[in-house]
C-alpha cells in the first residue's frame, strides 16, 4: 500500500517567521509529486507539479524542494502572512496513468 | 473559462437515503475524478471516469456509483446512505500532463 505522510499536522507560525514542513512518499516508482494549497470553504489550489530529482520550484514567497531518492519533498514559506494560513496538502503520483495518492495535510495558522 | 464546477454546494439527507452529485469538468478536460473528504483528513480517491468509463476506483463500496457523459461532466451517486458517508465531496478534473488536479468548489452532504 502506497503511503502519503505529512508532517507536521499543524503548525502555529508568527507573522513574519518563516517555516517549512515535510512530504514523504514511496522512493520507487516516482512520476510526480505535486503541493496543494487548501483554504477553508475553498477548492484545493496547485502549487506545484514537481517531476526530476533535485527539482526546486518558487511561487512569490512559497518554495519547493524535491529529492526523489530518499522520497520526501519540503515546503517553504518566507515571511509568513496571514493569507498563508490553510492546509497544505501533497499527493504522490506513481505513474501517469494512476490515481494522486494524498498526504492528509499541514494545517499552518499564522498568527499576527 | 469556466473552471470545475459541482452542485449543490450543500445537502442533507437522512440515513437509508440515495444521492446524487453533479461536476461539469474544465474545458479541454476528459478526466473527471471524484474525491471524498473527511474532517481532518485529505481527500479520499473515490475514482476517476476517462471516456465514459470508469478507469480506477479507490477502497469505496459498491454503494458508490459514478458515470460519465459524452460532455465530459460527471455524476457521483451514493445509494443507502450511511452516517459516514457526511463529509465534502470533492470533483477534480484532470490535464494530460502528470494528472494535476484541478478541483471545484465541492458538495457538502451531510446524513442524519
Known sequence: ILNVEQSPQSLHVQEGDSTNFTCSFPSSNFYALHWYRWETAKSPEALFVMTLNGDEKKKGRISATLNTKEGYSYLYIKGSQPEDSATYLCAFNPGSNYQLIWGAGTKLIIKP | ?112
Do not use: M
Not at chain 2, 461536476?23 to 475524478?33: A, E, I, L, Y
Not at chain 2, 470508469?54 to 465530459?72: K, M
Open chain 2, 1 to 112: 473559462d469556466a473552471g470545475v464546477t459541482q452542485s449543490p454546494t450543500h445537502l442533507i439527507k437522512t440515513r437509508g437515503q440515495q444521492v446524487t452529485l453533479r461536476c461539469s469538468p474544465k474545458s479541454g478536460h476528459d478526466t473527471v475524478s471524484w474525491y471524498q473528504q473527511a474532517l481532518g483528513q485529505g481527500p479520499q480517491f473515490i475514482f476517476q471516469y476517462y471516456e465514459e468509463e470508469e478507469r480506477q476506483r479507490g477502497n469505496f463500496p459498491d454503494r458508490f456509483s459514478g458515470h460519465q457523459f459524452p460532455n465530459y461532466s460527471s455524476e457521483l451517486n451514493v445509494n443507502a446512505l450511511l452516517l459516514g458517508d457526511s463529509a465534502h465531496y470533492l470533483c477534480a478534473s484532470s490535464s494530460p500532463l502528470y494528472n494535476e488536479q484541478f478541483f471545484g468548489p465541492g458538495t457538502r452532504l451531510t446524513v442524519l
